[in-house]
């Protein structure tokens, strides 16, 4: 009889995934956790629009600096010790950040720039992270072993972890911060455990020039037109996506009515959504071309913004969050799929790092733009920005879409 681990977690994607995949829930669910803690912190220290969206800007910003960095470095060096001790720098900031909370002499400022530290931090664990799976699974099984490290994401990142952490930010400012902390220590833990074969610069070697190396990832990134595609795709989305997201928390408290409970509901409804597509891809994939899906979930997108700019319904709301939540799981499984099935092992790292550069330079400059247009309209403007936008670049883009193929 197989059992339920068996049907999740098949044995020949090997133990060390098992770790990577413990390790991957758990900091999730810290994440989620910290997703919904860090806007309402600074929400409750100011109520400017524009400082409050700058808690988004701080999160998104550290990628966009130092994502290319990062990706040399995992193709350079050990990629697991990369991730220990990125998290071992995040726990220290958060154990900081802990400490002025504690003590009482937290400010607005102190509480942006622990967060832009502990942004940076992640920055190097995630992209070595994502380079670990590769080289642990065989490429036929990626597909199975980025939907498990897809279904932690949506259901503890998205779902469980929000509304924990706006209901331990109910108890007090401090619990949120402190959860993360010990969920990213056992993450420390965990993936300690993993063994990898080896990689990167060996003892002796030459060391490369960085600029020839990263040089080498945009360069392979802007031959291969699949992943050229997304990357170019994700740049532009997320432009307009940043710049409705960036002020989501003063969204749901304004237009929407909720207080800090219902900011991380609405949240968790979008994981739901994850949940949901999480279950239904395979079906999906085997009906549609990814170039198909592709635009379908663009057009989702490009509604979603038109929606919640209209509507005043919590009710409303949280449909449309659910259908955004399958759309966004959907597009996620299958970018990062179609680039670790196409990358050489030695490019993973720069090539991922690429693709970092540009989710987040469009979050940064949407969400900049976010900010100063709900500063000067009201909080339904940056929604009015991105459906617009939405709409002009997915005409644009409409051929580009078909670039991408279910083989590489």
């Known amino acids: 009889m197989i059992t339920l681990v068996e049907k999740v977690l098949p044995g020949r994607l090997g133990t060390g ?111 070595a992270t994502q380079t670990l799976t590769p080289m642990m699974v065989g490429r036929d099984d990626l597909v199975i072993a980025n939907a498990r490290l897809g279904t932690g994401f949506i259901t503890l990142n998205q779902l469980a972890g929000p509304p924990i952490g706006a209901a331990l930010f109910g108890l007090g400012f401090v619990w949120p911060f402190a959860g993360q902390l010990l969920l990213v220590l056992a993450g420390i833990v965990l993936v300690s455990r993993i063994t990898l074969p080896p990689h990167g610069r060996q003892d002796g070697e030459a060391r490369p020039n960085a600029v020839k190396e990263l040089i080498a990832g945009f360069s392979w990134t802007f031959r291969h037109a699949a992943v ?44 739901i959504g994850g949940l949901i597509g999480t279950g239904l891809y395979g079906l999906i994939t085997r009906k549609v071309s990814l170039g198909a899906l592709m635009r379908i979930g663009l057009i989702i997108e490009t509604l979603t913004h038109l929606g919640l700019a209209l ?39 720069r090539v991922g790092s690429v693709n970092t550069i540009c989710v987040y330079a469009g979050l940064v400059v949407g969400s900049l733009i976010g900010g100063i247009l709900a500063t000067r309209f009201g909080v339904a403007a940056p929604f009015w920005f991105a459906f617009g936008g939405s709409a002009v670049f997915l005409v644009l883009l409409w051929r580009q879409l078909m670039l991408i193929a279910h083989d590489d």
């Open 17 to 127: 995934f098992r770790w990577l995949l413990a390790s991957s829930w758990l900091t999730n669910l810290g994440d989620g956790v910290a997703a919904a803690a860090g806007p309402l912190l600074i929400a409750a220290l100011t109520r400017d629009p524009l400082l409050i969206s700058l808690s988004a800007l701080v999160s998104w910003a550290p990628p966009l600096l130092f994502g290319l960095y990062a990706g040399v470095l995992s193709d350079r060096y050990d990629r697991r010790k990369i991730v220990l001790v990125a998290n071992a720098a995040r726990a220290v900031v958060l154990a900081a950040l802990v400490a002025l909370m504690v003590t009482g002499t937290l400010t607005v400022v102190t509480a942006l720039v622990a967060l832009t530290l502990r942004s940076i931090a992640e920055v190097f664990a995630d992209n």
């Open 228 to 271: 050229r595609t997304l990357a170019l795709t994700i740049l532009i989305f997320n432009f307009t996506f940043g710049a409705a997201w960036s002020v989501l928390v003063l969204y749901t408290q304004e237009q929407l009515g909720l207080g800090a409970v219902g900011f991380g509901l609405m949240t968790t409804i979008g994981g």
């Open 311 to 349: 509507t005043h319904s919590p009710w409303v709301a949280g449909g449309i969050f659910l259908v955004f939540g399958a759309h966004a799981f959907i597009w996620g499984t299958t970018s990062v799929t179609v680039r670790q099935r196409a990358v050489p092992p030695e490019l993973q790292g």
